[in-house]
């Protein structure tokens, strides 16, 4: 419906531009954060303060379908990363005249607690693991994706660093690091270099066949978080300690992020991305009203039935008339 005729293979992120304007949540936070943004002050080029309160409203907001699909919305042209690296408006939330140290930037982050949470966050759900199906340590791209969209708005704010790739990268370098340089080096490759994050990326943009994915019920990991897990439809469950792999011939593209972000976000369309609340009461609707009534009544060995009381009276009392006749 949105075909583009100058990109004969279409344009991802201008869909999801337009998706964004014809739902009314998304295209009043999005407004919201574009006139800041956009508009110039005396000496500077922005309210960079207020745009980036507004970045964090808009992600905080929007249902995740429409805020990550302007976001992580998968290309095959320059005109369609250029878009998708502008969703941010990085004139304003992104760039500055000059690039701090990345070491630098960090203690900003951490005097301030919005900031040092959220990056504590996404060092934790985005930590690559080379030996993963996912390439994740926690196997869960949707809390990946979440922590990463969580530091747009702070001084840590991240964006694409070109539009060739799917590398990012807060606004600072190495320069001036001094003894500090591989601990720095260490710090950016975090983000440059990150495979969790990127097949994260992929999986949300490239859709990897939304049908074959269905969300599960919570299961408790070895660090005493709840994640969810997730498992292709119509597959058995694997021996335990397997709840939380993900297969490698397939990747969740949207996870249970819908879930994860606030209560009021959840939108009307929820065939993308479907609550727990949804899951229980649409796909577990009928199982779990029955596994309820079960488990609330009493267990059958917990005592005899009436027919087996009346037999075990009737022997009692045959029995000792039999022993006399014999006697």
């Known amino acids: 419906p949105f075909a583009v005729e100058h ?29 800041p943004c956009t508009t110039s002050m005396s000496n500077e080029v922005c309210n960079r303060r207020k745009c980036h309160k507004a970045l964090r409203q808009f992600f905080d907001k929007v249902p995740a379908k ?50 040092r ?19 994740c340590l926690k196997e869960n791209y949707a809390d990946c994706l979440l922590a990463y969209s969580g ?19 807060p606004w600072c370098d190495c320069s001036n690091s001094g003894n500090d340089l591989e601990e720095c080096l260490k ?9 969790c994050l990127k097949n994260a990326i992929q999986a949300f943009g490239n859709g990897s066949d939304v049908t074959v994915w269905q969300p599960a019920l919570p299961v408790q990991t070895t660090t005493a978080t709840t994640t969810t897990a997730f498992r292709v439809k119509n597959q058995p469950l694997g021996p335990a300690g397997s709840e939380n792999e993900i297969p490698t011939h397939v990747l969740p593209p949207c996870a249970n992020l819908q879930a994860q972000k606030l209560k009021s976000n959840v939108s009307g369309s929820t065939h993308l991305c479907l609550s727990d609340r949804d899951y229980e009461k649409d796909g577990l609707a009928g199982a779990s009203s029955h596994i309820t009534t079960k488990s609330m009544a009493a267990p059958p060995s917990c005592g005899l039935s009436p027919r087996l009381v009346l037999v075990v009276t009737a022997l009692s009392t045959l029995l000792p008339l039999s022993l006399a006749e014999t006697l």
Not at 25 to 31: E, V
Not at 152 to 166: A, F
Not at 187 to 195: A, G, I, V, Y
């Open 151 to 169: 530091l747009i708005g702070t001084v840590m704010t991240p964006n694409y660093i070109d539009s060739s790739s799917l590398s990012v990268a």
């Open 187 to 195: 710090f950016l490759n975090f983000f440059k270099d990150n495979t």
């Open 66 to 115: 429409h805020s990550y699909g302007m976001l992580f919305c998968s290309c095959r042209d320059i005109a369609c990363t250029e878009r998708r690296r502008q969703t941010i408006v990085p004139v304003c939330s992104y760039e500055e005249r000059e690039k701090p140290n990345c070491l630098n930037l960090q203690d900003s982050c951490k005097t301030n607690y919005i900031c």
């Open 7 to 35: 990109i004969p293979k279409g344009n991802n992120c201008l869909d999801a531009a337009k998706a964004c304007n014809l739902d009314d949540t998304c295209k009043k936070y999005r407004s919201a954060y574009i006139t």
């Open 117 to 135: 949470s959220r990056l504590a966050d996404f060092f934790t759900n985005c930590q690559p693991e080379s030996r993963s199906a996912s390439s």
